[in-house]
Structures are given as C-alpha cells and as structure tokens.
C-alpha cells in the first residue's frame, strides 16, 4: 500500500460558518449488489448493482442532511475521478466537504456487498487509504478552523470505527475531543474491537448491535438489554445497542436500561440500517427528545430505511 507523500494536501474550506455535527470516518462508494432472492456462499442470480456514497460517516452525514442538519465529513478522500464525483455527490445534498483531506497518492476507497432476500451475505471494506491517512484528517481540529487545544470543538461528532485503533485510542486521550458530545459506532463486528479505547470516554455513548456488543464484552448476549447493562458494567457511560427486529436497548450510567422494539417491516436492504438509527437518534436528542421518545424515532427511522421508504 502507498503512503501520504508530501504532496497531499487539505481541501479549501468550502463553507463560512460551522457545521452542525462533524461526520469522521470512512466516505468512499458503496457499489452494492441486490437479489430478491435468498442467497447462500456461491449463489449466482440476477440482480441489480448500484454504485452510491457510502461509508459509515457519508451514511450518517446523509441522514443528517435528511433532517436538516448541516454536516462536515472529516475523511481522506483520493484525488482521483472517483474521489471528484463523491465530493461533488455530497455538496450537492447539501454536505460541507471544506475540512476534508484529500491526497495524491491513495486512491478514493470503496465498499462492495451481495445482499439477498435474507439479508447480507458477504461485504468486503477497502477503507485502506483512510487508515493511511491517519491524524491527517484531524488537522481541522487543532489548526483553529474547528477548534484548537485552547478551545476544543464542544459540539456533536459522529466517529466511526473505520479509523485504525492506535487513532481511536489518540482520540479517546486527546484535550482536543474532551469536550464534545462523541457519538461512536463501528464500522462493522470485525472492527467493533477498536472502539475498546472509547468504551470508557466521560463523553462517549456506543451504538452497537449485539454481537459487537458481545465482541467488546467478550461474551455472547441473548438480547440487547443483557449487552446494553454488560457494557455500563464495564465502564460506558451511554450504549444503544440494536438486535436486527428484536427490542432495542439504551442504556445509561445511573439512571438504567430501557428498551423498545421496532415495528415490523418487510426487509428490502441492510447496508446502512444501523448509520440510519444513529442519526435519527442524534437528531431526535439534539431536538430535545427524552430516552424513550429518541429511542423510538430512531428505530421508527431505521425500520423505514429498510423497508425502503424514499420519504424516510
């Protein structure tokens, strides 16, 4: 793999006032192949591929957008035509793409998934270049465009688990996240391990699903409320943990567990369901939502996205 040479360099600054939430972490293309029929290994049916922004921090930063909110994406970004088109995909649905940073050397990343009737059957994420990128894509933070070490940014992130575990473990220390309001996901089970650092964040809270939560845990949890009062027990202050159609869990330091379940739909995709939920929940909060009725929005939201309502 190719590493940042010193030609790489920070896109302009696109945008004059400050965003609303900063969205960190992987933006790349989805290119997604779906078959309304149940899928095992080695099937081969007809189906249609479609190529779409994606990646934890897009898939939430879009969902923001939805709601009216502002986003800026803090990401590495290739300085290629694929990385062009998803700069310009994203500014058009109205995302600040200022503060990201782009580079001559590593290409745009992408994501690729087969999902059938029975949901998900095999993904591969190449989100390489962002792991190369580093701290480089932090630089808004401590330059003063966002905030410096004197005035840390003091408002809403959504951090994503495609960023390297040595990077999430800087960020967890670091004076320039100790103020904000860090809203924390992993990219998928296979990387849910590098939110450890985070688990104990005064500022954190984790959106899980219950088998990541079980990776954090090292256990295996039979529904969302055991996982949501496994992770307080060992030391989160705030955990959303999901469980597919099962009930849901929001569990907080000193004031317990609640759940909810999602209202039944017919499943027609997957790929993003759970970026979905952790934005309408950020969203339903930032409005003034107590637990429960955040809770609620935020599983009514996911339950439309895959159901594929277009008005979600």
């Not at 997604?32 to 029929?37: C, Q, S, V």
């Not at 309001?181 to 809270?205: C, F, I, N, Y």
Request: charged share 20%.
């Amino acid at each position: 793999m190719r590493s940042c040479a010193a030609r790489a360099s920070i896109a302009p600054k696109g945008m004059t006032t400050h965003p609303d939430i900063l969205c960190i972490g992987s933006v790349l293309w989805d290119i997604i192949g779906r078959a309304p029929y149940h899928m095992r290994a080695g099937s081969d049916v007809p189906g249609r591929i479609t190529r779409l922004p994606g990646g934890v921090a897009m898939n939430i930063a879009m969902t923001l957008t939805r709601f009216g909110l502002r986003p800026a994406i803090l990401t590495a970004i290739g300085r290629d035509a694929p990385g062009d088109d998803l700069i310009h995909a994203a500014e058009l649905m109205g995302i600040d793409c200022g503060y990201l940073y782009r580079s001559d050397d590593l290409p745009t990343d992408r994501y690729m998934a087969i999902e059938g009737a029975n949901g998900l059957i095999a993904a591969v994420a190449d989100a390489h270049s962002l792991e190369a990128a580093g701290d480089k894509i932090l630089r808004p933070l401590g330059d003063g465009r966002l905030g410096d070490m004197g005035t840390p940014w003091a408002g809403l992130v959504a951090l994503d688990g495609n960023l390297t575990q040595h990077l999430l473990a800087e960020i967890a220390r670091s004076p320039l996240f100790a103020q904000a309001d860090l809203r924390v996901a992993p990219a998928s089970p296979g990387k849910a391990d590098r939110l450890a650092p985070l688990l104990t964040h005064q500022g954190a809270t984790l959106y899980v699903n219950c088998e990541e939560a079980g990776i954090l845990c090292q256990q295996d949890f039979d529904g969302a409320e055991a996982a949501a009062e496994a992770l307080l027990a060992r030391g989160a202050q705030r955990v959303l943990v999901t469980n597919g159609s099962q009930a849901a869990a929001d569990g907080q330091k000193d004031h317990g567990v609640l759940t909810a379940t999602p209202p039944p739909v017919l499943v027609t995709r997957v790929t993003g369901a759970g970026d979905t939920f952790m934005a309408a929940h950020i969203v339903a909060e930032r409005e003034g939502a107590e637990r429960p009725e955040a809770l609620s929005r935020a599983l009514d939201a996911a339950a439309r996205y895959v159901s594929g309502d277009k008005h979600r």
